[in-house]
């Protein structure tokens, strides 16, 4: 790893493959910023573009606060700077012209990536990246100085961001890569180029950009193709297409998890479950209880330390520091309101995840009665109402007290409850309530709760259920019990 790192005008010009200043000026920068609300002073700003803002808007915001120079687009949108004047002709600001902001942005952190030459390992898969990550986090930390992906920063704008704000002293950046649209984790490794990679798992997820599980599949295995050829490459047994389509990628492909499918040095098996739904899993050798609950929880543990052990790193300690890792907020958050148990695993929503959730609700302790509240799973393109439907039908043949369907869901109860050919269906049970928001949806769950029960709230992040967690704080946080006209 290189002692010190220094944006200079030659540097930038190099990253950007643009040819030397003839003036040969030494200009350095402090920083590579897109945001001009925490712009450093003598920051190099780059303007970038997006559906919804244009950074070519805010030059002359960023010359304000002491910019050193920008990188602007000869296509942009919006040219006129706060002040009116041309992105190119800002006071004094400096300008490096390219063909797009959001390219120079990535070639900028590949150039830092390089010059730094950290161990970088690459997280993908329709579910489990964040947890992963802070696994991974949590259990190299004593082997590494470790930089992580903050929050869910995974894009086009988020990864590039998390290689340039790397501290200079980490020396392996565990990075998560997300995709919406094909082609877009092959552009993301191509900025990263990873070391090591990891595909949790894939679903039908953004179907809406990837169309089918088979893109899909394909998206997310492109994170092997831009893997470093000599650098060990894991993914999960589930589904079984994702190990088959693997090897096709990577014969030397490892695979991690519960089943026969998972390598047999990196398999696990489940021992029992406490009152968190957390599993005891006998692995390597050794035994360990997660602080996640659900197979899902221990299947990223298993991922955790098969990445530990193909890099060489102690297992011991790290699975000691993984199982101290927790659910992070509304990623299978477990709180408790009153006498309620509420499972908060609503940051976000695909068919997969939705059943895992489902499952763990099932297999959770408590005698008050389970209530699985699922909203909308967004992004699922053509596939949305059959997908909606399927899941919806399969959690109410679980051992659950009621089903709340709310949003996209809700056409799937209506046909549900009425059978087929539209007849209705008297010998339906009670147990399946339809509402099209969040608050509907509490409104009509509200009198059917004695006050004791464990309740999963799960969906896509764009209809944000966990705002109902203030409804259940008002009427449940001081003392639980049964509210005010209870229905029989």
């Known amino acids: 790893m290189s002692d010190s790192f220094v944006w200079t005008d030659a540097s930038v010009r190099t990253a950007l493959g643009m040819p030397p200043d003839a003036g040969g000026r030494d200009t350095r920068f402090s920083q590579v910023s897109t945001d001009t609300r925490t712009l450093e002073e003598g920051a190099l700003f780059v303007a970038i573009e ?19 120079a920008c990188v602007v687009s000869t296509t942009a949108r919006s040219h006129p700077s706060d002040s009116g004047e041309a992105s190119t002709g800002v ?169 026969n499918r998972a390598d047999p040095e990196l398999r696990g098996e489940l021992l029992d479950s406490d009152s968190r739904g957390c599993y005891r899993v006998r692995w390597g050798g050794g035994q360990w209880r997660p602080g996640l609950p659900g197979r899902h929880g221990v299947e990223n543990f298993l991922l955790a330390l098969s990445v530990v052990r193909l890099l060489g790193v102690d297992v011991e300690v790290a699975a000691h520091a993984a199982a101290r890792v927790e659910p992070g907020p509304l990623r299978g958050e477990v709180r408790r309101v009153g006498d309620l148990t509420l499972l908060l695993d609503c940051y976000n929503a695909n068919p997969q995840s939705v059943r895992a959730a489902v499952q763990l609700l099932s297999e959770l302790p408590g005698s008050g009665g389970k209530v699985a509240i699922l909203g909308s799973m967004l992004e699922l393109g053509a596939r949305s109402e059959a997908l909606h439907r399927e899941i919806l039908e399969e959690a109410i043949h679980q051992p659950l007290a009621l089903v709340v369907a709310v949003g996209e869901f809700v056409p799937a109860a209506e046909a549900l409850v009425a059978g087929p050919a539209g007849r209705s269906r008297p010998d339906w049970p009670p147990t399946l309530l339809a509402a099209d928001t969040a608050e509907e949806a509490y409104d009509l769950l509200r009198p059917r709760l004695s006050g004791s029960e464990t309740i999963l709230l799960k969906a896509s992040r764009g209809l944000a259920l966990e705002k109902l967690l203030d409804r259940f704080l008002e009427d449940f946080g001081a003392s639980g019990g049964a509210p005010p006209g209870r229905e029989a």
């Open 50 to 68: 997006g559906e919804r803002f244009d950074g070519h808007a805010f030059l002359g915001e960023a010359e304000n606060r002491g910019a050193g």
């Open 91 to 259: 006071g004094t600001l400096r300008c490096y012209e390219v063909e797009d902001t959001l390219v120079a942005l990535g070639l900028l952190a590949r150039f830092r990536r390089r010059a730094l030459a950290p161990k970088v390992v690459g997280i993908t898969g329709s579910s489990g990246k964040t947890t992963l990550k802070e696994l991974l986090a949590a259990s190299l930390g004593n082997a590494f100085r470790v930089h992580a992906t903050r929050g869910n920063r995974n894009n086009r704008i988020g990864l590039p961001l998390t290689l340039l704000e790397a501290p200079e002293d980490t020396n392996l950046w565990v990075v998560e890569l997300g995709t919406s649209e094909p082609g877009e984790i092959g552009t993301l490794a191509a900025i990263a180029e990873p070391d090591a990679a990891v595909v949790t798992t894939v679903s039908e997820a953004h179907l809406s950009g990837l169309e089918s599980l088979e893109g899909v599949l394909d998206e997310k295995l492109d994170l092997l193709r831009g893997t470093h050829r000599d650098g060990p490459v894991v993914v999960g047994d589930r589904p079984a297409i994702l190990p088959e389509r693997a090897r096709e990628v990577r014969t030397d492909v490892r695979v991690s998890g519960l089943s």
